[in-house]
């Protein structure tokens, strides 16, 4: 029995994918149709692009509550930004 509980606490990447995608679409600081969300074995890829910092670090940190996400990589660039 507790193998299947343990089970039930797993998510996978298509679970949290969407839950992501969730938190950024209700999270009203970011434009998430701007950002494009890939979890591979817990690991988030966030791509895309935004107006400031404010709302690449919002998403960033969105990604990073999600249970089940091990990490997060931002490519997420800010428009205007120089490197």
Do not use: Y
């Amino acid at each position: 029995m507790k193998a299947k509980e343990q089970r039930a606490d797993i998510r996978t990447d298509a679970e949290i994918a969407g839950a992501i995608r969730q938190a950024l679409h209700l999270d009203h600081d970011v434009p998430d149709e701007e950002i494009s969300v890939e979890v591979r074995d817990g690991v988030v890829t966030l791509e895309g692009n935004v107006e400031e910092i404010a709302q690449k670090d919002i998403a960033e940190n969105d990604a990073r509550r999600v249970k089940g996400v091990r990490s997060v990589i931002s490519r997420i660039v800010v428009r205007g930004e120089t490197v």
